[in-house]
């Protein structure tokens, strides 16, 4: 891992493991885009990690500029994770539970009761938008196969953090996957979505830490767009290009 120049004055740590920046904390629109965010969380990780991290992993699709940020300014490899919210009938952002590659899924049962999902409808919707993970993720990856996290330090990677299903949920599958230690990275998070997150990671390290009823990632951007998977496989082929990147896709 390369050596980067601190960037915070001001580390605070909160519940124990999360580690956040107060100088960039409590406030809107911080960072210009995701990928000058990616270079300061970089910049923040290697000032408070006490080990050097083996490979990073962003979570489809915001968080692959991000990713490819950390990666390239740490020189570690890159790799992607596709994670679906289960989301309410009624919407296509808002969720209560999250998908993993290998069919593993976290839901929260009050949401869930309170919309009127039964367990079985849970596990049907969780089965339906597994089949879309598992094809998005040989779209993007080539390969379901993650054997390369085996035994290695990875610090994963979003653009923000709102409820933190889909962290949690991807923090368990990299686990499953062999990855011993997990450390979560992001621009920005809202207090609530650090707590529930800091419970599965290892370390969760974040600049924008914010507090409120609305709580919204994109605030913490001045330039802010939906990231297509068309662009996130331009900077997971960037990154497989890159010196500073040794991943290469597994057998399917």
């Not at 999360?18 to 885009?33: A, G, L, M, P």
């Not at 300061?40 to 990713?67: H, I, N, T, Y």
């Not at 990299?174 to 990855?179: S, V």
């Not at 707590?195 to 990632?217: D, I």
């Amino acid at each position: 891992m390369k050596a980067v120049s601190p960037v915070c004055s001001e580390v605070e740590i909160a519940s124990g493991n999360i580690y956040y920046c107060e100088d960039y904390s409590w406030r809107y629109h911080v960072f210009q885009d995701r990928v000058e965010a990616g270079v300061l969380l970089a910049r923040f990780a290697a000032q408070v990690a006490s080990e050097p991290f083996d490979m990073v992993v962003g979570l489809v699709a915001g968080g692959v500029p991000v990713s490819y940020s950390v990666s390239k300014e740490l020189g570690v490899p890159m790799d992607v994770v596709v994670v679906k919210k289960i989301t309410y009938p009624w919407t296509t952002e808002a969720g209560f539970g999250a998908v993993a590659p290998d069919g593993l899924y976290e839901f929260n049962r009050e949401a869930a009761r309170h919309a009127g999902f039964s367990l079985g409808d849970v596990e049907r919707e969780a089965g339906r938008v597994h089949q879309y993970v598992i094809s998005r993720t040989l779209k993007l990856r080539d390969s379901l196969d993650y054997s390369n996290v085996k035994e290695r330090k990875v610090i994963l990677v979003d653009d923000g953090i709102a409820t933190g299903y889909t962290m949690i949920v991807a923090i368990k599958f990299l686990r499953r996957a062999g990855a011993p230690e997990v450390t979560v990275a992001t621009p920005t998070a809202s207090l609530d979505g650090a707590l529930a997150v800091s419970k599965e990671a290892y370390k969760l390290l974040v600049l924008n830490l914010r507090t409120g009823p609305f709580y919204a990632v994109a605030d913490a951007y001045r330039e802010w767009h939906d990231v297509s998977d068309e662009e996130a496989k331009q900077y997971i082929e960037k990154a497989r290009k890159g010196t500073h990147n040794t991943y290469k896709p597994q057998t399917k």
